[in-house]
């Protein structure tokens, strides 16, 4: 399995600033053939299932506000919120689609300072 | 808009086999080159992904449930099935279906919550 492990467990962010989360795998998802990174970000809000806010690493889904930005190749990523803001309260989680069983980061907490 | 809903018993007793459908709409689920999968919350802790079938019939499971999975498709009622047998109380989650697609899981039910107790 492709062990996803996600840093740090929790922040707590003011308003209006940066947040980062990071994201190792435990091998390469990067595919060669294509050079695509099989990994995406994820967003849940208590009580909701997740929602994809990035794919192909860095790729934004359609209707996800710009401060979202996706980075890294190969096992090293990183998911920036430029400036946080209070709707962003939620828990991240990364996800690797390269290789079956599908596997999930443990999740981020982003919280407001 | 595709839109996924599950249904199902929200209590199972020890030992039983936990049942739950998938129904899809807004979309054929014979149409396109989707995965169909299912995937587990317990409360308060992260994603476990149980697995997943192609529309054609052909499935992949997580090795770490799959003596006890069953996913089948059922094209006639655009729905989609888990079956989870000898379930434990640490198979106690909510439970999601979701569509999958090249680049990840862009559809997700709201999920249910499925309780193991007698």
């Known amino acids: 399995d492709i062990v996803m492990t996600q840093s740090p467990d929790s922040l707590a962010v003011s308003l209006g600033e940066r947040a980062t989360i990071n994201c190792k795998s435990s091998?390469?998802?990067?595919?060669?053939?294509?050079?695509?990174?099989?990994l995406a970000w994820y967003q849940q809000k208590p009580g909701e299932p997740p929602k994809m806010l990035i794919y192909?690493?860095?790729t934004r889904e359609s209707g996800v506000p710009d401060r979202f930005s996706g980075s890294g190749s190969g096992t090293d990523f990183t998911l920036t919120i430029s400036s946080l803001q209070a709707e962003d309260v939620a828990v991240y989680y990364c996800q690797q689609h390269y290789g079956t069983p599908r596997t999930f980061g443990q999740g981020t907490k982003v919280e407001i300072k | 808009q595709v839109q996924l809903q599950e249904s199902g018993p929200g209590l199972v007793k020890p030992s039983q086999t936990l049942s739950l459908t998938c129904t899809v709409s807004?979309?054929?689920?014979?149409?396109?080159?989707?995965?169909w999968s299912w995937i587990r919350q317990p409360a308060g802790k992260g994603l476990e992904w149980i697995g997943r079938i192609y529309t054609s019939g052909s499935t992949n499971y997580n090795p770490s449930l799959k003596s006890r999975v069953t996913i089948s498709v059922d094209t006639s009622k655009n729905r989609f099935s888990l079956r989870l047998s000898s379930v434990t109380a640490a198979d106690t989650a909510v439970y999601f279906c979701?569509?999958?697609?090249?680049?990840?899981?862009?559809?997700w039910g709201q999920g249910t919550l499925v309780t193991v107790s007698s």
């Open positions: 192909w690493a860095s």
């Open positions: 807004g979309g054929s689920i014979s149409r396109g080159s989707y995965y």
């Open positions: 091998q390469t998802v990067l595919y060669s053939p294509n050079n695509k990174n099989y």
């Open positions: 979701a569509r999958e697609i090249s680049s990840g899981f862009d559809y």
